[in-house]
């Protein structure tokens, strides 16, 4: 079946080639005004100006999008969205004062998150996580990552990554899967590392491996959690069966991760708060995507990203969500692309390209998504009009899109 756009007013990220932008060229939003877009069989077929348009209305369905903006899904490239509940009591524990040390001594954080999972069967983690899937979907996201990392014990790590599994075969947008079993210690090996790394290695990984359960490996490299040493050992081990790192880097220390994360040629090294010159420059050397999660700085009160350091030293960057429910309990990547103009100074079109075209990059989804490019997936969205594309990220908290299109097919 083939659908033709028309009148669309801004036509965005138009590209002929997938190219991952760095530093200066992340500001190079592509965009063709007055334009049509064809998709055939749930594909970007033709796009083109309104002037040049010739309808092919005997075998089309038409759509009028006068006024409309039309542009990629966003590809968000770092969830964690198969939880058990979520932890609004910690939420407001923080706010009454508490420190995360207490909070973790209350039995909250992730080992609160780990005990929960681990009471709750495969089928209602399923049914939540599809849940929170088609909540992102309805908010535009168009491709999306999730991470295991709440089981922390073989039979939890499974039985997250099975429902990813399953989640990629019901869902309208790719899926990809990444094996965190080194989020945190579980308290019985506080004092021994090396068991449970030897059980990530030994016992999680050949059984994951085996049922074909991951697509990335990641760790959390900081202080008290993973070390660059252990960080590096449990990467490698995931990259003998195939797995890429991906991984948790500089979110409260400078923690070594993204040196780590370059070394292991990571395909991201994500969060990214707390950066000094030496992380920057290694990382703008590298071929590794830094993947900035502003929300979750937010929710957690620390200082932002230092994005435009990040970007002005040459870095390539995306942007992503982190949904989970300890540190960003909001997968809405239209807050994400806002926070990341108003708090972290990166411009709308960094902003966008950050979050489809190099989001689409840091899942290995470039040839698929994150353009508007013939051939690709025809996961879209259609905003509501608005005057400008930087009108989008500057009146945040408001709802501009008007519908999601995924495959050809309206969300
Ligand atoms: O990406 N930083 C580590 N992991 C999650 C939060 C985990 C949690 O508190 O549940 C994150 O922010
Ligand atoms: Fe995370």
Not at 52 to 59: A, H, L
Not at 79 to 86: E, G, K, L, M, Y
Not at 384 to 397: C, D, E, R, T
Request: proline share 4%; aromatic share 8%.
């Amino acid at each position: 079946m083939t659908i033709e756009c028309t009148n669309i007013r801004f036509l965005v990220n138009t590209r002929t080639e997938s190219k991952l932008l760095r530093g200066d060229a992340l500001s190079d939003l592509p965009i063709m005004e007055n334009a049509y877009l064809r998709i055939t069989d749930g594909i970007i077929s033709d796009y083109g100006s309104m002037a040049d348009f010739e309808s092919d209305s005997s075998t089309s369905e038409a759509y009028d999008a006068t006024g409309q903006t039309v542009m990629p899904a966003w590809c968000d490239s770092h969830t964690h969205i198969v939880f058990a509940t979520s932890r609004e009591d910690e939420f407001v524990d923080k706010i009454k004062g508490l420190s995360y040390a207490e909070i973790a001594a209350k039995g909250g954080g992730i080992l609160n998150s780990a005990t929960k999972l681990n009471e709750t069967s495969e089928g209602d983690l399923f049914r939540s996580a599809k849940e929170r899937l088609n909540e992102v979907i309805r908010m535009g996201t168009g491709a999306i990552e999730i991470k295991s990392g709440y089981g922390l014990s073989v039979e939890g790590e499974l039985k997250m990554l099975r429902v990813i599994k399953k989640l990629k075969e019901i869902s309208p947008i790719p899926v990809k899967a990444t094996f965190l079993g080194a989020h945190s210690y579980p308290v019985e090996y506080k004092e021994n590392h090396q068991a449970y790394i030897d059980l990530i290695i030994k016992q999680m990984l050949p059984a994951i491996a085996k049922e074909e359960l991951a697509d990335y490996i990641d760790a959390f490299c900081e202080t008290g959690f993973f070390s660059p040493e252990e960080t590096e050992l449990i990467c490698r081990a995931g990259m003998e069966y195939g797995l890429k790192a991906k991984i948790h880097a500089n979110q409260l220390n400078l923690s070594g991760g993204v040196q780590t994360g370059v070394k292991l040629g990571a395909l991201s090294v994500d969060h990214l708060e707390t950066m000094d010159d030496d992380a920057i420059r290694i990382l703008a050397e590298s071929d590794t995507i830094g993947t900035l999660l502003p929300t979750a700085a937010y929710f957690l009160r620390m200082p932002f990203q230092p994005a435009r350091k990040i970007i002005d030293a040459g870095c390539a960057v995306a942007l992503a969500s982190d949904y989970n429910p300890g540190s960003s309990p909001s997968g809405n990547m239209n807050q994400v692309v806002s926070m990341s103009c108003i708090q972290m100074r990166m411009l709308p079109e960094e902003a966008i390209n950050a979050a489809t075209i190099n989001g689409a990059f840091a899942m290995d989804l470039q040839d698929e998504l994150g353009s508007i490019t013939i051939g690709k997936k025809a996961n879209l969205i259609f905003t509501k009009p608005i005057p400008s594309i930087a009108y989008l990220p500057y009146a945040f908290g408001a709802n501009h899109i008007d519908r999601v299109m995924i495959n050809g097919e309206w969300f």
